[in-house]
Structure formats: C-alpha cells, structure tokens
T-cell receptor, first 112, second 112 residues
Framework: DAGVTQSPTHLIKTRGQQVTLRCSPK?????VSWYQQALGQGPQFIFQ???????QRGNFPDRFSGHQFPNYSSELNVNALLLGDSALYLC???????????FGQGTRLTVV | QKEVEQDPGPLSVPEGAIVSLNCTYS??????FMWYRQYSRKGPELLMY????GNKEDGRFTAQVDKSSKYISLFIRDSQPSDSATYLC????????????FGGGTRLMVKP
C-alpha cells in the first residue's frame, strides 16, 4: 500500500501565477481533505471532497478550488498566488467507515 | 482565542523520561481526538485517536481525554531521541475523517 501520495514535492511560483497540486489517497479511502500549514503553525483545513463534490470548506477564499476524480484522486488549485500562500500543502485521505485520517508528505509551495 | 490551544515549547527532556503533552479546547462539540507526530518538513503521522472521554494505550504512548475539562493529553514513556518531533493534537466533531481542527503543535526534543 503506497499510502497517500502528493506531487510535486516542492514548487516555486511567482506572485499572480496559478498552481495545481495533486493527491492520490490511500487504497480503500474515498474522501480527500486539503490543509495548509504555515511555518511553525498547525495545519488549517481548506476543504474536503467526497463523491467528487466539495463537502466541507474552511475559511479560505475562492482563489482556492479543488476537484476529485472518479478514482478518488484530487487536485488543489490556487489562483492569483500571493506571497502569503507560501506554505506546506497537505492532503489527507479517510473513509467514513473508519475514523482515521492519514496525511501525505505534502507539497512545499514557495511564492516569490 | 483559538479553538485548540497547545504550548509551542520547545520541550527538552533527557532520554528515558516520561513526556506529557497537552491541549485545551473550547468547542464542546468535539468528539474525536487525535495525536499526530510531524518530523521536520514531513507530513503528520497519526499516532493515536480517541473517541469521547477516557484513556487509550498503544505501546509507549497513552492518550487521555477529559471532556469535562476540555483537556487532552499524550504521555510518552521511555522517551527516545527518535521521538524528537513536533506533536500536533487534532479534533473533529463527528468523525475523525471529517474536518480536523489542529493545535499549533509542541516541539519535543529528547536528548541522549
């Protein structure tokens, strides 16, 4: 079992650009959540996808959007990047049948 | 005031010591309580989860939840240098796979 995989590992973008991050959930999981973790802070919930629909959303602007595919993999898109978007972006996979949520290694985004 | 508070540390202990890590929270609707370990520049790793109040033990780790005091703890026995990491508490309302609210993390250093 490969666990939760995220790509790319690192990314450098220029302010104003757009970025797409990708996540493949753990085998058997159908729910994907995205979190933003600024340096020295705990992860902040962005949104969650289940059955290809956004099920819950945290306090993030519309510049943050996502998608879930039929194979349960997911993308996080961020438009009009700001310097403050620089963070570790984490994907977590879970299932309503079991309570645990497992995280990937994250994508470190740097906006310059 | 944040929903989940956690002392950022750093907490420095000698090898073999018993470590106590704690979180307080304000939202009485939280029912699932998790502890994650995060090494530098890596994704969080789930250590334990507890539903509602009570204790749970797994090897050197013991998790305690006191819902009446809105206080949770993680104890690490016989601490090892490899336990040096940031420990994050996380909570959710109805299912651990749903939106997690994290504390800011406590950095632990176990010295040989």
């Amino acid at each position: 079992d490969a666990g939760v995989t995220q790509s790319p590992t690192h990314l450098i973008k220029t302010r104003g650009q757009q970025v797409t991050l990708r996540c493949s959930p753990k085998s058997g999981h159908d729910t994907v959540s995205w979190y933003q973790q600024a340096l020295g802070q705990g992860p902040q919930f962005i949104f969650q996808y289940y059955e290809e629909e956004e099920r819950q959303r945290g306090n993030f602007p519309d510049r943050f959007s996502g998608h879930q595919f039929p194979n349960y993999s997911s993308e996080l898109n961020v438009n009009a990047l700001l310097l403050g978007d620089s963070a570790l972006y984490l994907c977590a996979s879970s299932s309503d049948r079991v309570p645990e949520a497992f995280f990937g290694q994250g994508t470190r985004l740097t906006v310059v | 005031q944040k929903e989940v508070e956690q002392d950022p540390g750093p907490l420095s202990v000698p090898e073999g010591a018993i470590v106590s890590l704690n979180c307080t929270y304000s939202n009485s609707a939280f029912q699932y309580f998790m502890w994650y370990r995060q090494y530098s520049r890596k994704g969080p790793e789930l250590l334990m989860y507890t539903y509602s109040s009570g204790n749970k033990e797994d090897g050197r780790f013991t998790a305690q939840v006191d819902k009446s005091s809105k206080y949770i703890s993680l104890f690490i026995r016989d601490s090892q240098p490899s336990d040096s990491a940031t420990y994050l508490c996380a909570m959710s309302h109805n299912n651990a796979g749903n939106m997690l609210t994290f504390g800011g993390g406590t950095r632990l250093m176990v010295k040989p």
